[in-house]
């Protein structure tokens, strides 16, 4: 028999228990059932990275990659090193996408499954960032509004979507938010063991991308409000164990710091500039310089309009009546948290306007310091209407609680197991946001493929054109031509594709008239297939030969 203080501490892990099974329940199915255009690169740029390291060519990590993306590396390091440890056969000097798709054909070998053994370990990263939440969050907002902002994040389709990717957006936005509530928890509490887990998840943000560089001077200014001239000392040793974490789990910083930092900051600078990739669909319009201008100040608020679910708002619009109605009155712990991460969103959101270059998914570290505050929101909202119970008051708030969570749980399980492609139900969900937002990032060429390989099996292989080329090839399993990023298309080009078998055209190419010539001579014809994804289609297969 457990003793009564072993009782206590169980019952106090058990809601983390409960948190991470529906964390990891949302993530870890289906790893291996679509796939995203970026991941084609980082599986490359991963395998490239352990043979780096294998060789003892530290340095050369830092060419790999100036986002610096190492985390993502790792965690396809890893994978490669569980799931294909002779991966090391493979001759550097061929180190491109069409010869290490062949390389993996001929041993009989999907590499969807190797980027699903890399998401494995983006999923476990994530999910040891999720678990180290709860002790914080629960001493600085308490129990209900710990688990609540939690298990919001738990069930979140948005951030269920870029948490199990191998790719940075998920990751950055896990370890920012680690690092803000730990650092909030050293202001209130002063314990030495914030202060480094918090500077442990700041190395952990900017080895992911370089946009969580704005954790230094967020932080700065926390610890200069809060602590004033007493500031100086705890951020030194922050940034110390911070720069001591970042270079111990980048290779390159023992070899050449001086130039993997550089990089990392030049290319910062750079992309904060935008870079040519097509056309952009914005709102209803083609900006064909892919520019938005003025209508930059209007992108990331529509983003998470449409990205976020009926509960997080929910939680937000309580999160302000709270604020308004009762913050001088919440605990300090409870202030500098709720100050700190809203302090960091707001930041987060101007710093990406300004950059030329937008997606959806940069606003993530923002977006997920909204879940705390939601998750105080509601626990204030039901506590202020306990009384109202009257009887049931012990067990009402609770139920609403479940209730609110299973809404959240709805919102993502409709979508499941590609997240991606959830869209606020509010606002007319998938249907409807295409109207807006430009959509697609891959998913759904895997159906594309299947269908052509059913169409023409025991036949001639066909020759195919195809829209993301690189990732449609891991599903069909032969090489198919290239349709390019391209306003319009050469006449040479446009009748060589033309000549093929089969086209397969996805929807935000026709969301922004890329390219337009080809869609025009397609327009006449009626696609032979078409991939739906709830009620929005996705893609459409050509069969221009008899």
């Known amino acids: 028999m457990l003793s009564p203080s072993a009782r206590a501490r169980a019952a106090a892990w058990l809601p983390l228990a409960l948190l991470l099974l529906a964390f990891l329940a949302l993530r870890l199915p289906g790893l291996g059932r679509f796939g995203t255009i970026d991941e084609v690169h980082w599986y490359r740029v991963a395998i490239a990275f352990r043979q780096e390291l294998l060789a003892g060519n530290w340095a ?4 790999l990659s100036k986002h610096p993306a190492i985390t993502t590396l790792w965690a396809g390091t890893l994978g490669t090193q569980l799931r294909f440890p002779d991966i090391d056969e493979f001759p550097q000097e061929e ?8 390389y993996f054909w001929r041993r009989g070998i999907n590499p969807i499954e190797v980027i699903a053994a890399g998401r494995l370990f983006i999923v476990l990263f994530n999910a040891a960032a999720f678990a180290l939440l709860w002790s914080p969050l629960r001493r600085l907002l308490g129990t209900a509004a710990a688990f609540l902002g939690m298990g919001l994040i738990a069930l979140d389709p948005f951030l269920t979507a870029h948490q199990r990717l191998l790719h940075q957006d998920g990751l950055m936005a896990s370890f920012g938010l680690l690092c803000l509530v730990y650092f909030a928890a050293y202001l209130d509490a002063r314990r030495s063991s914030d202060l480094l887990l918090s500077a442990a998840g700041a190395a952990l943000a900017w080895l992911t991308k370089s946009p969580m560089l704005l ?20 951020l030194l040793l922050w940034g110390a164990a911070a720069a001591a974490v970042f270079a111990l789990l980048w290779p390159a910083m023992l070899s050449d710091p001086l130039a993997a930092v550089t990089g990392v900051v030049d290319y910062a600078l750079g992309s904060a500039q935008g870079e040519f990739s097509g056309q952009i669909f914005f709102n209803g319009e083609i900006y064909s310089d892919g520019r938005l201008g003025w209508a930059s100040w209007l992108f990331y608020p529509l983003s998470i309009a449409w990205r976020a679910t009926p509960v997080l708002w929910l939680g937000l619009a309580t999160a302000a009546w709270a604020a308004l109605s009762a913050w001088r009155g919440a ?5 500098k948290l709720i100050g700190l991460l809203a302090f960091f969103s707001l930041a987060f959101f101007l710093f990406m306007t300004l950059a030329e270059k937008k997606f959806d998914r940069y606003i993530l570290p923002a977006y997920a310091a909204l879940f705390p505050l939601a998750g105080w929101g509601l626990a204030r909202a039901l506590a202020r209407l306990r009384p109202a119970f009257g009887g049931a008051a012990r067990w009402a708030p609770a139920a609403i609680a479940a209730g609110l969570l299973a809404a959240q749980a709805w919102s993502s399980a409709a979508v499941a197991p590609v997240f991606l492609n ?9 249907a409807a946001a295409g109207e807006v937002m430009m959509l697609g990032w891959g998913e759904g060429l895997e159906q594309a493929a299947q269908y052509i390989r059913d169409q023409t099996r025991g036949q001639e292989p066909p020759h195919v054109g195809a829209w993301y080329s690189n990732l449609f090839n891991l599903f069909y399993g032969a090489d198919v031509e290239d349709i390019p990023i391209a306003a319009e298309l050469s006449p040479q080009l446009l009748e060589q594709l033309l000549s093929l078998d089969y086209l397969v055209i996805y929807v935000h190419q026709w969301q922004r008239g890329t390219p337009q010539n080809l869609l025009d001579a397609l327009a006449p014809l009626e696609p032979n297939h078409s991939i739906w994804i709830g009620g929005q289609e996705y893609v459409r297969v050509y069969r221009l030969s008899d």
């Open 60 to 63: 050369e990590t830092a060419a």
């Open 95 to 102: 180190f491109t996408d069409f010869h290490l798709r062949h």
């Open 331 to 335: 605990e300090p712990g409870e202030r």
């Open 422 to 430: 959830y869209y606020n139900l509010l606002l007319g969900g998938r």
């Open 215 to 234: 954790l230094g001077p967020v932080t700065g200014l926390a610890a200069l409000w809060a602590q004033r001239r007493a500031a100086l000392r705890p």
